[in-house]
């Protein structure tokens, strides 16, 4: 069974990087048409997708976050890594990672999801 884990760190200052990174245990990041994504809730909002990577290695970005943001992915240790900068206030959330086979166009088809980890800007 697939799980994946974030993990990162929860306090951020206001301008610097955000970075986190998930390990996926009983599957490969390299399976074949599999897709992982970074999805986002801030307070009182709903799911936003942040970006993601497939298993191709080709990485997808949400272009509200104005190339802010980096994945990239490590397949010796199975794992994949948001960075996004310049961070504000508006970047607390509570961040997930998610995979699933094929390239999701709804949080309802994604198969995996991480536990999720807050993320809290400030200063």
């Known amino acids: 069974q697939v799980q994946l884990q974030e993990s990162g760190p929860g306090l951020v200052k206001p301008s610097q990087t955000l970075a986190l990174t998930c390990i996926i245990s009983?599957?490969?990041?390299?399976?074949?048409?599999?897709?992982w994504s970074w999805i986002r809730q801030s307070p009182g909002k709903g799911l936003q997708w942040v970006g993601g990577?497939?298993?191709?290695?080709?990485?997808y970005y949400n272009p509200s976050l104005k190339g802010r943001t980096s994945i990239s992915r490590d397949t010796s240790k199975n794992q994949f890594t948001l960075q996004l900068s310049s961070v504000t206030n508006e970047d607390t959330a509570v961040y997930y990672c998610?995979?699933?086979?094929?390239?999701?166009?709804?949080?309802?088809?994604?198969?995996?999801w991480g536990q999720g980890t807050q993320v809290t800007v400030s200063s």
């Open positions: 009983g599957g490969s990041i390299t399976s074949k048409y599999y897709y």
């Open positions: 990577t497939d298993w191709s290695d080709s990485t």
């Open positions: 998610a995979g699933g086979n094929g390239i999701p166009t709804a949080f309802d088809e994604y198969i995996y």
